[in-house]
């Protein structure tokens, strides 16, 4: 596979680098932000104009439990199960390679986010939840150590991993909990929020929780749909009715979603929507290409969003998967586009009200 050199990578997303490179439209181009929107980190508030010198990566992850990988096999044995399929191919995560996880050495971690820094990544979003054993305090010490701008999400991930309070709680009790974590973290977005398969009952209540929670602090909203990206409309109806502008939310793992078509893809980004493609740099990239160009080449790139949903490596979606759009015929100005802007327009929100200190 094709990959491109750090210095390479660098000259695509970046600011300077980039304009130089791509002549006077990329700076003509440079996406508008509301007067007042802020892009949310650990640390600070940024002015999206300062994170323009990269790439801003929406899904990613920096800690999950021991036991997350073991769950996802099981809820996704449940599933085919359920439906009388067999079991033995359960979908599960990656297996890890070899050595010490840098999810369980905060110097591993803030290795694995400067070496993301080298390959061009400006900002990557933490998508770990409570109940999916997420370590708010690793994140923090490897976010501070590394001087990578991280942006913490709130919710709760899928019915499989919510506490089992949450079944029992209504959505006032709901929303107040998102608000605290909204304030604790601080958090600077909702997600990765989502459904396992078909929606179910709780995870509907979750969703009108987090849109509730959306009108009240305006933090933008990314989304999990399982695999094959199953419920990807149904969530956008359920955060459009609770009053969600669908301009505010990511519908993600939409490279799942295996339809030449694009169908469901196409409907997403005509409501105003992004489009998630959040599993790239690895297994599965070719398969993506054709679903990512299909959507350049029908005029929606301003809805396209790429990450890697990873836990390490975090510089592939630009190093690995960026070369194969290039390949099939997307230019350097797209490519600037989508993960340099796109994700800073996605991420920027204007706050109802002022960060705790």
């Given amino acids: 596979m094709t ?29 508008a932000f509301p007067k007042g929107a802020v892009i949310r980190t650990l640390f600070k ?22 036991d997350f990988g073991e769950k996802f096999r099981a809820a996704s044995a449940a599933v085919l199960a359920a439906q009388g399929l067999p079991t033995a191919n359960a979908a599960a995560p990656p297996p890890a390679p070899p050595g010490t996880d840098p999810m369980r050495d905060v110097d591993l971690m803030v290795e694995e986010l400067r070496a993301a820094q080298r390959d ?26 590394s001087g990578l701008p991280v942006v913490k ?6 019915e499989p991993f919510y506490p089992k309070e949450i079944a029992g709680m209504s959505e006032e009790q709901l929303v107040r909990i998102l608000l605290k974590q909204v304030d604790s973290y601080p958090a600077g977005v909702f997600g990765e929020i ?19 929670a959306h009108l009240a602090t305006n ?55 992004f489009v998630g493609f959040d599993r790239q740099g690895g297994r599965g990239d070719a398969a993506v290409v054709p679903l990512v160009m299909g959507l350049l080449n029908a ?3 301003d809805h396209v969003l790429i990450s890697g949903d990873a836990s390490r490596s975090y510089g592939k979606p630009l190093t690995a998967f960026l070369p194969q759009l290039k390949a099939a015929g997307a230019d350097d100005a797209t490519l600037h586009r989508i993960t340099v802007d796109n994700s800073r327009r996605f991420l920027a929100f204007v706050p109802k009200k002022s960060r705790k200190a």
């Fill in 3 to 31: 990959m491109l050199t750090r210095r390479e990578a660098l000259q695509l997303v970046g600011g300077a680098a980039a304009a130089a490179a791509l002549g006077s439209n990329a700076s003509a181009q440079a996406p």
């Fill in 45 to 66: 508030d940024y002015a999206p104009e300062e994170l323009a010198g990269g790439a801003t990566l929406f899904h990613e992850h920096l800690s999950l439990g021991v």
């Fill in 120 to 145: 061009g990544v400006a900002c990557l979003v933490d998508a770990g939840l409570e109940g999916a054993g997420m370590d708010l305090a690793f994140i923090r010490a490897a976010a501070k150590k």
């Fill in 153 to 158: 999400g709130a919710g709760f991930y899928v």
């Fill in 194 to 212: 989502g459904s396992w398969d078909e929606m179910s009952k709780v995870e509907r209540k979750v969703f009108r929780a987090v849109g509730k």
């Fill in 219 to 273: 933090l933008p909203i990314f989304t999990h749909t399982g695999i094959p990206g199953k419920a990807a409309i149904e969530q956008l109806d359920l955060l459009e009715d609770a009053g969600v502008d669908p301009k505010r939310v990511a519908i993600g793992h939409l490279g799942n979603l295996a339809d030449p078509n694009l169908y469901v893809h196409k409907t997403l980004c005509r409501r105003g929507a």
């Fill in 299 to 301: 005029g929606f790139a």
